[in-house]
């Protein structure tokens, strides 16, 4: 693959072309050299396009897309080109599937799915057995298969005991632990926040507490073990500022946010769309102006898609009976765009491998190219033509969005948007 960019707004904080337009030439697959007015050469394609800039390749740290188990909704090839298209060089893989992820045979088979994929697949292994909660999956084995990180994905671990073992475990070879904060006896049968909105509309709530106070218990284990906790997504605004604390004292813990709970607010809830139905819920506007600040301040690490694939006939239900989940890679871009600077999207995308030991491709001569290209300006609007998924289930369809995608280099590949 050999190809020369013309006219690209770079993006990355560190680098001396920092915010300048330049030409970049890729040889093979590397950055072969970067600078102003690069002549064409023989064999080279020629990427110029309207307000393009470039940073380094993103990543989501939670999709799911059903395979093995559930292909309906969506194949791992489909949905790593989904990712690809949506500027993701590389993704994190979550076991919403059957057989569940917590074993190398499952984990062979995903990884010789993804083989050749221009899009990066990183695994999160079950951290309990089944997902179940009961006991600790075979974490060292998937471990030397190649996963990045353990957890349940969307389960709180309701075992206090088994957690603590569970970090004390993996700190031996310098595992990290996905644990999604959500207490289910406050939760109990409640769907969307519970508030003015809930009370309104007559749906059952979640607290926000069931979620604080969780976070709260998983703290004190982690200060208890010293081990390695990542927070897949925060929703509330004390969450915010527990996790601000135990970053304080020093611990080891990161966090993340969903790109709906940036945008938007159970107002959503109002005409009883089933898109809406997400977990963790949308929360009040309070809490979503504290999670934009937590970003900003760096408290929250990393974003997150939360890219859920779900069949119209697990949405097409009444509100209570609806599964969960919404689609996200496709919109994430443009609706952070409508909530915060360029500069802090890019940022957080691009920082996010170095807190799970990815290998970063900073943009450079010699380096691989591992590179995302947007415009960040171009305003449009969320509609069922620009889903890319096998499912449709998108809680931003009809929403305004500010910057398009134009698609990634990876793996001595390029793939862009049509």
């Known amino acids: ?3 020369l960019l013309k006219n690209a707004t770079l993006l990355e904080s560190q680098n001396p072309f920092h915010k300048q337009q330049v030409d970049i030439e890729i040889t093979d697959g590397i950055i072969s050299k970067i600078g102003k007015n690069l002549t064409k050469k023989e064999g080279f394609e020629v990427i110029e396009k309207e307000n393009l800039h470039i940073s380094q390749g993103w990543l989501d740290t939670s999709v799911v897309f059903g395979e093995p188990g559930f292909e309906t909704t969506e194949t791992i090839e489909n949905g790593l080109k989904v990712a690809a298209k949506s500027g993701f060089t590389s993704v994190f893989l979550h076991s919403n599937t059957n057989p569940a992820i917590d074993n190398q045979a499952v ?4 990884k010789s799915k993804a083989q050749n994929s221009i899009t990066n697949l990183h695994i999160v292994g079950c951290l309990t057995k089944n997902s179940e909660g009961t006991d600790l ?3 060292f084995d998937m471990k030397n ?10 389960k709180s671990m309701t075992n206090a005991n088994l957690l603590k073992i569970a970090f004390q475990y993996v700190d031996n070879f310098n595992g990290i632990l996905f644990v999604q904060p959500m207490n289910k006896d406050l939760k ?15 749906l059952k709530g979640i607290p926000a507490m069931a979620e604080e106070i969780e976070i709260e218990r998983n703290i004190a284990l982690l200060a208890y073990t010293k081990g390695k906790l990542h927070i897949p997504s925060i929703t509330t605004k004390k969450s915010v500022e527990l996790i601000a604390n135990a970053q304080a004292q020093g611990l080891e813990i990161t966090c993340g946010v969903s790109v709906n709970n940036l945008v938007l607010t159970d ?22 102006k504290a999670l934009i600040e937590g970003v900003l301040n760096n408290v929250i690490s990393v974003f997150t898609s939360d ?17 969960y989940g919404s689609i996200g890679l496709e919109s994430a871009f443009g609706a952070l765009q409508t909530v915060l600077p360029t500069e802090v999207i890019v940022a957080k995308f691009t920082d996010a491998k170095s807190y799970f030991n990815i290998e970063n491709n900073t943009i450079a001569e010699g380096n691989k190219a591992e590179l995302t290209l947007f415009n960040p300006n171009e305003e449009w609007v969320f509609s069922k033509e620009n889903i890319l998924s096998f499912s449709k289930n998108s809680i931003m369809l009809g929403k305004k969005m500010k910057g398009k995608v134009y698609g990634i280099i990876n793996n001595s590949n390029i793939l862009l948007n049509e």
Do not use: W
């Not at 984990?107 to 995903?110: A, P, R, T, V």
């Open 145 to 154: 298969a190649g996963v990045v990180a353990f957890g349940d994905y969307k």
């Open 107 to 110: 984990i062979q088979f995903i």
């Open 137 to 139: 999956a075979e974490l």
């Open 1 to 3: 693959m050999n190809l």
């Open 307 to 323: 890219h859920c694939p779900v069949n119209i006939e697990q949405k097409q239900l009444e509100y209570d009976l609806a599964d």
């Open 267 to 288: 107002e959503e809830l109002v005409d009883f769309n089933s898109n809406t139905k997400i977990y963790p819920p949308l929360r009040t506007e309070t809490d979503r």
């Open 188 to 202: 109990g049968k409640g769907f969307v926040n519970e508030g003015e909105v809930s009370t309104k509309l007559g």
